[in-house]
């Protein structure tokens, strides 16, 4: 069982920066794949990046390519997310998740555990 509990979210204006983490309770944090997804009202939940358990694979999404950064500390059992020149379209709650597999993949349905969120909105 991994509890996961999400930080860092906030109002920002557009241009602007956040970053956000979320930590992992348990021993067994190193073994998981990590994301970031993020869902906005009437939306369905959509991929945002992962790392994988080791930390040296990483994805990200089209749309946030270049401004987003994914990383982890595994003595921490931490992950977080560097998000630079935030856009409006990027508002949205932003969940983490945990994926057994250890690879940290695209489909929300490969992870098995998630946090409760934590809300980020970009004004214009």
């Known amino acids: 069982q991994v509890q996961l509990v999400e930080s860092g979210g906030g109002l920002v204006q557009a241009g602007g920066s956040l970053r956000l983490s979320c930590t992992a309770s348990?021993?067994?944090?190193?073994?998981?794949?990590m994301g970031w997804f993020r869902q906005a009202p009437g939306k369905e939940r959509e991929f945002v990046a992962a790392?994988?358990?080791?930390?040296?694979?990483?994805s990200y999404a089209d749309s946030v390519k270049g401004r987003f950064t994914i990383s982890r500390d595994n003595d921490k059992n931490t992950v977080y997310l560097q998000m630079n020149s935030l856009r409006p379209e990027d508002t949205a709650n932003y969940y983490c998740?945990?994926?057994?597999?250890?690879?940290?993949?695209?489909?929300?349905?490969?992870?098995?555990?998630w946090g409760q969120g934590t809300q980020v909105t970009v004004s214009s």
């Open positions: 998740a945990a994926d057994p597999t250890g690879w940290g993949r695209r489909s929300r349905f490969n992870y098995d555990y």
């Open positions: 348990g021993r067994t944090f190193s073994t998981y794949g």
């Open positions: 790392v994988s358990s080791s930390g040296v694979t990483t």
